[in-house]
């Protein structure tokens, strides 16, 4: 992987997206089979199998993950789990067993050292992704292996902060702001060192939409506040406000934020209520600093007073809740998303001072083109 210079060519919609990882999920029974895969849709490509058996003929080598479902499994579940493991192309794939949510007998026909890991159906939202990642030996994680130990090091860190965030709030247990912080440092030192773009380009090799969103997001703000001169606690506070903002969206239907099409008013409404959830859990479960809380509770405020959840505008919004609103909305412009593919820079950017203008402190978001595309000719 090539580093490059200023911003990263991982915004260029026209690049092609490298392939994502394999994940096979196996059970006789077609809506287990869905209820299995629902979750890991937009992160993987996903082959079904009725059988372990037509798995292991018909699947290429190299899956992140082997997901059996109780039905493959009920037969004899020692005799698949043998295919499995003596299968060459499965050869290092995690085996995770996908049980019915409760004590019934199946748990006590795989006992935990039988396979790599168990999750219980229905899931939580991104609770499969998690132990996947945890588990597989994924495409991303291989490449994040050959770069240098900065980027390495932010990446891998804000990964299983990110993960772990989404655990705590799905448990509503506190957040241990220290390990935010822990993740983010390197974050800071990547910027300084001006070796952000082996972060973008290192991000279109995951499907994990909320994370790569956050992490540019997070990235992204501390570039700005290091060009606008903030010190490492302001510029801590941003990146760790970035990888945060959106912790409230792991709590949403996983369909209903990838969904295809547009959304109905109904839906549009669910989705606003990630700014809520978030900081509420913020507030009640985190002894981070209040600009981080600023920042889940107002990075969908606009300066005209038109955004959410509380129509703040004007004075009301401070820099960080400004800084965020920018960067978020030009991240997301600049994301392939499943209703639509991304804009270019310099599209994204006219959108914001054209069409959005009224919305966004237009100062900073001039100081925010300038850092990412120069100066204007």
């Not at 493959?72 to 789990?81: E, G, K, M, S």
């Not at 050959?146 to 772990?164: D, I, N, V, W």
């Not at 993740?183 to 910027?191: D, F, G, Q, R």
């Amino acid at each position: 992987m090539q580093k490059t210079a200023g911003f990263s060519r991982a915004d260029d919609p026209t690049r092609k997206p490298p392939g994502k990882a394999v994940v096979v999920v196996i059970d006789p029974q077609p809506p287990v089979r869905q209820s299995i895969a629902g979750p890991l849709a937009g992160y993987y490509r996903i082959l079904e199998f009725a059988s372990v058996e037509a798995a292991a003929a018909r699947t290429p080598s190299g899956p992140a993950a082997l997901l059996v479902g109780e039905h493959a499994l009920r037969a004899d579940a020692a005799a698949a789990l043998a295919t499995l493991r003596r299968t060459p192309a499965f050869k290092g794939a995690p085996i995770i067993a996908c049980l019915p949510r409760g004590n019934g007998p199946i748990n006590d026909w795989i006992p935990a050292s039988a396979v790599d890991g168990k999750i219980e159906l229905p899931f939580r939202y991104g609770d499969i992704a998690i132990l996947v990642a945890r588990l597989g030996k994924t495409a991303f994680q291989k490449e994040w292996a050959q770069l240098p130990a900065r980027p390495r090091q932010a990446l891998r860190k804000t990964l299983a902060a990110y993960h772990g965030m989404a655990e705590l709030i799905a448990n509503d247990a506190p957040l241990d702001y220290r390990a935010v912080t822990d993740a983010c440092a390197p974050v800071l030192s990547v910027v300084k060192q001006a070796d952000h773009g082996y972060i973008f380009d290192a991000l279109t090799l995951v499907d994990d939409l909320i994370y790569v969103h956050s992490l540019r997001v997070s990235t992204m703000l501390a570039m700005f506040g290091f060009t606008i001169g903030l010190n490492d606690d302001e510029l801590l506070t941003l990146a760790c406000g970035g990888l945060m903002f959106d912790i409230g969206k792991t709590l949403l239907p996983y369909a209903l934020l990838h969904k295809p099409g547009s959304l109905t008013a109904a839906e549009w409404e669910l989705v606003r209520e990630h700014v809520d959830l978030g900081q509420r859990y913020v507030g009640r479960r985190s002894n981070g600093p209040s600009g981080i809380q600023i920042m889940v509770g107002q990075h969908h405020e606009r300066l005209d007073g038109s955004g959410y959840p509380g129509q703040l505008g004007g004075d009301k919004l401070n820099d960080l809740a400004r800084m965020a609103a920018i960067v978020d909305v030009f991240a997301a412009l600049t994301e392939e998303r499943p209703y639509r593919p991304a804009f270019s820079v310099p599209d994204a950017f006219d959108i914001l001072a054209g069409t959005m203008s009224g919305q966004f402190d237009q100062g900073l978001l001039s100081t925010f083109r300038q850092m990412l595309q120069g100066p204007s000719p």
